[in-house]
């Protein structure tokens, strides 16, 4: 029994892979001070209110946070007697090229992504996620991800006009009912709504004209269906894009063993 776990700047994702499907998934804050027991009594018990009994005999990683990876490893040693893969590691073999400039640190999401993307939907991709940042990954024909665009997330954008402008109170995005706001939330709501659905379209489009081709659009994350509402934006919503992709990466590296 395979757990994937996507460790992102502000949320984890565990989910339990029996080879066919995934029997569940749970989600957390992520916090690097959190201890491999403190993880291991969590999980156990989310597991058991289940009824998931299965013993977990393989784990994969893919963590934008460093720091938070030696206690996954170690709750993996203690608790599953495993070694986990970790994506970006070089033990971890990618099913597909990263063709960046040398020397160049790519998030392992993007390419747990890419990975993802080209298994589901073949080459001449843009992967749009909307995280904490908001990402733009390009996959090549072949399925090699050579490179994208970082924005800021469409909530960080909201939490610094908050921060830096002592009159704007903090809001929760929302589709506006009209473009031209009535107040001061209204306002702010359509400013970062229809700045974004302008950002994805315009980059997107410059994209594909730079590349001389069509390309689909494929988005994930949880503000990406709020943004497809009533704008054309993207070919498909993959809600589990990247957990998808752990399950393939780890069988990648299970039949090259």
Request: with cysteine; hydrophobic share 45%; proline share 4%.
């Amino acid at each position: 029994m395979l757990l994937a776990i996507d460790c992102g700047n502000t949320n984890t994702v565990f989910a339990i892979w029996d080879g066919e499907q995934f029997l569940a998934s749970w989600r957390t804050s992520t916090e690097w001070q959190r201890t491999a027991d403190q993880y291991y009594v969590w999980l156990s018990t989310l597991m058991k209110l289940q009824g998931i009994e299965a013993q977990i005999t393989d784990m994969i990683i893919s963590s934008t946070v460093p720091r938070v990876v030696f206690n996954l490893r170690v709750m993996a040693d203690r608790y599953f007697n495993t070694r986990p893969l970790v994506v970006g590691k070089p033990d971890c073999l990618l099913p597909v090229d990263v063709r960046v400039d040398q020397g160049t640190a790519v998030g392992p999401d993007r390419l747990v992504n890419t990975v993802a993307g080209h298994d589901l939907y073949g080459g001449d991709l843009i992967m749009v996620d909307f995280g904490t940042a908001t990402t733009f990954d390009v996959v090549d024909r072949d399925g090699a991800y050579i490179g994208g665009v970082i924005a800021p997330g469409v909530n960080l954008s909201l939490e610094a006009l908050h921060q830096a402008a002592a009159a704007l109170p903090h809001v929760d995005i929302s589709k506006p009912q009209a473009v031209i706001g009535t107040n001061t939330v209204t306002c702010m709501q359509s400013g970062v709504f229809w700045g974004y659905v302008g950002l994805v379209r315009e980059i997107c489009a410059r994209i594909k004209a730079e590349r001389e081709r069509e390309m689909r659009v494929i988005s994930t994350g949880g503000l990406a269906p709020l943004f497809q509402q009533s704008e054309a934006l993207f070919d498909a919503f993959e809600d589990d894009l990247t957990i998808h992709g752990l399950t393939v990466i780890h069988q990648f590296n299970k039949d090259a063993a």
